[in-house]
């Protein structure tokens, strides 16, 4: 089973619609969750940290399940400027490092 | 937020040569240094841990005779490709981690990333 594993992807959706993205990750002794966006030959922007109770940022919501080790992030009302790739990250490595899902890639359409 | 910076920005070179890219943190000191690669259409494969002052920790797979990093100073971390062939062309990007109150949610800043093209 890989590290982080994520819904492969792509999702093409209109302006306006609400997108889901699902990650489950196999280190249950993992204590940091997070959403990164990355732009076609960019590096990794953070997006937001996941914490146990759920939190909300504008148009994304993002929830973790440590018992199902399941973490998911909701965008609401899409915009053209969402398109990116969405990649679940886990705090978990022997040192400390991020691991990284494959990424799922959003294209938002007019 | 902290700013992380790398240089070169890209890099186009010819088999069996070496190239050395940089890797700053610029507005705070970081104890440890992350170097990443990515492949077209990949995830982020974690090359090596930086430690400030020891030696990097690589990860399996990666040799470390021929990714050489140096961590001389809390904000300077450097790797270097030797020995350069086509398949190590790929997007090198390193993050430093900025030590936190709480060590299990220290954050990690990436830099740019440096495109390596090997012909």
């Known amino acids: 089973r890989k590290e982080v594993e994520q819904d492969p992807g792509p999702f093409n959706v209109p302006e306006g619609a609400t997108v889901a993205f699902n990650c489950t990750y196999s280190?249950?002794?993992?204590?940091?969750f997070f959403w990164y966006r990355q732009d076609c030959r960019k590096e990794p922007k953070l997006l937001m940290s996941?914490?146990?109770s759920g939190n909300e940022d504008g148009r994304f919501t993002a929830q973790l399940n440590r018992a199902s080790q399941y973490i998911s992030l909701l965008i609401r009302d899409s915009k053209l400027s969402d398109s990116a790739t969405y990649l679940c990250?886990?705090?978990?490595?022997?040192?400390?490092?991020?691991?990284f899902g494959k990424g799922t890639k959003l294209s938002v359409k007019p | 937020g902290a700013v992380v910076s790398q240089h070169p920005s890209w890099v186009i070179c010819k088999s069996g040569t070496s190239v050395k890219i940089e890797c700053r943190s610029l507005?705070?000191?970081?104890?440890?240094m992350f170097w990443y690669r990515q492949f077209p259409k990949q995830s982020l494969m974690l090359m090596a841990t930086?430690?400030?002052?020891?030696?990097?920790?690589?990860e399996q797979g990666v040799e470390k005779d021929k990714f050489l990093i140096n961590h001389a100073s809390l904000t300077l971390s450097t790797l270097t490709v030797t020995s350069a062939h086509p398949e190590d062309s790929s997007f090198y990007i390193c993050?430093?981690?900025?030590?936190?109150?709480?060590?299990?949610?220290?954050?990690?800043?990436f830099g740019p990333g440096t495109r390596l093209t090997v012909l």
């Open positions: 990250v886990v705090n978990g490595g022997s040192q400390g490092n991020l691991i």
């Open positions: 507005d705070f000191q970081a104890t440890t």
């Open positions: 930086s430690n400030e002052g020891s030696k990097a920790t690589y």
């Open positions: 996941v914490y146990s």
């Open positions: 280190n249950s002794a993992s204590q940091s």
């Open positions: 993050s430093a981690r900025r030590q936190g109150v709480l060590t299990l949610y220290n954050e990690q800043f």
